[in-house]
């Protein structure tokens, strides 16, 4: 009886908590416009897709067979020559001037030595200022000459054998957007779990919270389950997003997906609440969720690989819900792996919802007395 008359005082709570963030028009607007917004942004701007690719070349051979593989290179959609150089020398400067991303030079014995059955080398001098996009123009020109030798016969001695797992177009779409799914989850649930305790001091209402018969255990969990529900419903949104207006292919089990998800989500809500216990204002309450949010979302491996971050760095991202959400989620999305194949990242996120939550508890609870 006890546990019924609980169970009903905590869904009268829920029932207010949504209201209060469904009814208010500036409410919807926050919570509908941003992820619009930034799913489209994400999806076409933040791209590691390489379009134009401008190189010089130095053509020492001068013969057919060179300019016919220069004419390969300038005929396809990504390729522009910007000069046709007498010297790699010359190449220096175009490519510090950063008026070139590669340059191509071909040996005076280019054409001799194709035609009596050997291997002829281009030299290929790449900007390394930027590796990635230096070594997606690598790997498109190594397609190219790969092209132009299979047109011609060619068998050359040192062959580039390239497979790509999970995403045969190399899009970074493909990469980028199902991270989306717990990128955009976890601001929208820190942001609403962190405004919640704060909006109701600065409306008056949380002296009449007080006074009703609710613990603040249960004032706890009627924070978070509200903004739970919120951020699992707009990773469905994102999802459609992906699937019908971008086309990734989803390769795992939708259940798989949001039961990673909400072991996810309640880390955040975790965190969220620790940031609402100790939050006076909604404008301390951004602060804070702010400064937390922007690290946690760099050290998340989103845009660059964790392996590729110093170790200090890769240590301190395992405190990162995050970093082993993303794990989840493109694992599942991408590859079709199972919950077996994920759950070792359960334990992690689990770790933390199991410090942040009693945490928050605690720190409500003493923010009460």
Known sequence: MRFLLLLRRLRS???????????????????????????????????????????????????????DLIARLDGSEKFSRQATLDSTAEAEKWIYDGKALLAVQIGSDFADKLLSGQSADIQVILDGRNSTTASIAQGYLAQIVEGWNAARGIKSPVSIVMRAWFNPQLETRWNIMPGMLASLSIIQIMLLAALSVAREREQGTFDQMLVTPLSPWEILIGKAIPPIVVGLAQAAFILVICV????????GSYVDLFVALGVFTLSCAGLGL???????????????????????????????????????????????????????????????????????????????????????GWLFRNRLS
């Open 274 to 360: 620790c940031v609402s216990a100790i939050s006076l204002s909604m404008q301390q309450a951004l602060v804070y969720c702010f400064v937390t949010l922007l690290p946690m979302i760099l050290l998340s491996g989103l845009a660059t690989p964790v392996s590729a971050m110093p170790k200090a760095l890769q240590i301190a991202t395992c405190a990162n819900p995050l970093r082993f959400a993303l794990v989840c989620v493109r694992s599942i999305y991408l590859e079709g792996s199972t919950l077996a194949d994920v759950a070792q990242n359960f334990v992690p996120m689990l770790a933390v919802a199991a410090v942040t939550l009693p945490l928050a």
């Open 244 to 251: 019908l207006w971008f086309h990734i292919p989803f390769a």
């Open 13 to 67: 709570l829920c029932i207010k908590e949504l209201l209060i963030i469904l009814k208010d028009p500036a409410n919807r607007l926050v919570l509908i416009v941003p992820v619009v917004i930034q799913s489209f942004i994400f999806g076409y701007a933040a791209t590691y897709d390489l379009n134009f690719v401008p190189y010089v070349v130095c053509d020492q051979s001068r013969s057919p067979l060179s300019r």
